[in-house]
């Protein structure tokens, strides 16, 4: 190809503006070894969210998060009102090693991982098959309606809801049976409540990923706001090499473009087309940028043309754009990675130590005690005895600190999985047997060698 080509080929190029066009953001097309890594993480992603609800473990749905009984299922594990302290400490595992990775690799997570993102990108897939490029759907927005508009936008509107009912009904599924919900659903007999969370998260999903998009991320996650409170002169983010590539315009391909006095930016604008931001990176750092890579893959498809070195944009530090070496005495990232690995063990020793049963005692408030017709001191009590497991447990009720005491109420009896019961219990002791007016004792539940124990008072008279 002959200089005269090359500099028109370029010129075409530059002759594209900016994808804001009356506040709309049309998003150009791009492949490239970071895009197929984002879609390959985000397909996963979007499997798994779907599949979840569909996972089944010991014959039971495996991730359940049931509000109405207060209960987590887990892949086995149930965890209780009692266990809260796990949920607590797998948010600040989560917080912190987001923090982490802010730290080291800037905003990954929202560029690879964020369900926004991820969401967005999936209908902005399906507004490219429908309605075309991002050149063919802002000269379609401009023109006139047409049968043939109507047609396409009308379908993608109808996927787009397709897609948001789907997400919709997967979300509650997470916290409803999903078989009993997808029955009542299709045969009308779901409740009202499941079917308005299901329309409600369905349109929450078609505004925010088919209308709002990274809206939200701009206006409206406060994640974009503070993240450079977490930034440091090493932390990896899409940034554009002013040092290499200014002074930017266009060129022929073959020319010396250094003996012209340009960089090696020839200011094709397609870094700038292809952000779904609609920003410009080599502007600089901007909070609206989500780390997409989509600019890159850009930028290396040009400088591929032209015969460039790759990287005129790329992931890379300030310090590394300025030619300074690479610190790895980063004091407040590896202080996020030590606490992150701190609640990670704690966590996970929470876990292991874990009471499979769970007891809990009260005392009737009625009368401290009373005294039988036998003369003996009795004190009544509900015990509120649960089965954390998804196993059913054999258990034994006991009690310590009475001498020679009377139980009425049931002592032994199988739990069912996720079984909670509430037994009614009297002690009587001999009058004269307690040591002091009010004693110290502790109500135990066995199983399979296992014990657990809460303390408790049992009253009498005053000697």
Not at 63 to 80: K, N, P, S
Not at 406 to 430: C, F, T
Request: glycine share 8%.
């Amino acid at each position: 190809m002959n200089d005269t080509s090359s500099r028109i080929d370029v010129k075409v190029c530059t002759d594209v503006s900016r994808p804001r066009d009356q506040g709309h953001i049309y998003v150009r097309a791009q492949q490239g070894r970071w895009q197929r890594l984002r879609r390959q993480l985000g397909w996963g992603l979007m499997l798994l969210f779907l599949a979840g609800p569909w996972l089944r473990w010991n014959g039971a749905q495996a991730i359940l998060l049931d509000w109405e009984a207060q209960r987590f299922h887990l892949f086995g594990m149930t965890i209780w009102p009692q266990d809260l302290t796990l949920l607590a400490l797998l948010l600040m595992v989560a917080a912190f090693a987001l923090f982490f990775i802010t730290a080291w690799l800037g905003r990954v997570w929202c560029g690879y991982l964020c369900p926004q993102t991820v969401w967005t990108f999936w209908f902005i897939w399906v507004e490219e098959k429908l309605e075309g490029s991002a050149n063919r759907r802002r000269r379609r927005d401009q023109e006139a309606w047409s049968v043939d508009t109507l047609l396409r936008k009308g379908g993608k509107h109808l996927i787009w809801w397709l897609i948001a009912l789907l997400s919709g009904f997967s979300f509650i599924a997470y916290f409803t049976p999903a078989a009993e919900l997808a029955t009542g659903l299709l045969t009308g007999s779901a409740g009202a409540w499941p079917t308005f969370w299901v329309l409600l998260f369905a349109l929450c999903t078609y505004l925010n990923a088919g209308w709002m998009r990274t809206l939200m991320c701009t206006h409206m996650c406060p994640y974009s706001r503070f993240q450079s409170a977490m930034f440091d002169a090493d932390t990896l983010s899409a940034a554009y090499d002013a040092g290499r590539g200014e002074a930017r315009g266009p060129r022929a391909r073959k020319a010396d473009h250094r003996a012209q006095g340009l960089g090696d930016c020839i200011d094709c604008n397609l870094c700038v087309q292809v952000c779904p931001a609609g920003i410009d990176i080599r502007d600089g750092l901007q909070y609206e940028c989500i780390n997409c890579g989509a600019c890159i893959d850009a930028c290396d498809q040009t400088m591929n043309r032209m015969g460039y070195p790759l990287g005129l944009i790329r992931y890379a530090s300030e310090n590394e754009l300025a030619g300074q070496g690479v610190t790895r005495r980063r004091l407040r990232m590896w202080a996020y990675a030590a606490v992150m690995v701190a609640m990670l063990g704690l966590m996970l020793a929470a876990a292991l130590l874990r009471e499979p049963l769970a007891l809990e005692v009260l005392r009737d408030r009625n009368e401290l005690y009373r005294e039988t017709l036998s003369g003996r001191i009795e004190n009544t009590y509900t015990l509120k005895v649960a089965n954390k497991t998804q196993q059913p447990q054999t258990i034994l009720l006991e009690v310590e600190g009475l001498v020679q005491p009377d139980w009425r109420g049931q002592r032994q009896w199988q739990l069912a999985p996720g079984e909670m019961r509430l037994v009614p219990v009297s002690l009587s002791v001999a009058d004269g047997s307690l040591i002091r007016p009010v004693q110290a004792i502790e109500f135990v539940v066995r199983h399979r060698g296992d014990e657990v124990r809460t303390d408790s008072r049992f009253f009498g008279p005053r000697p």
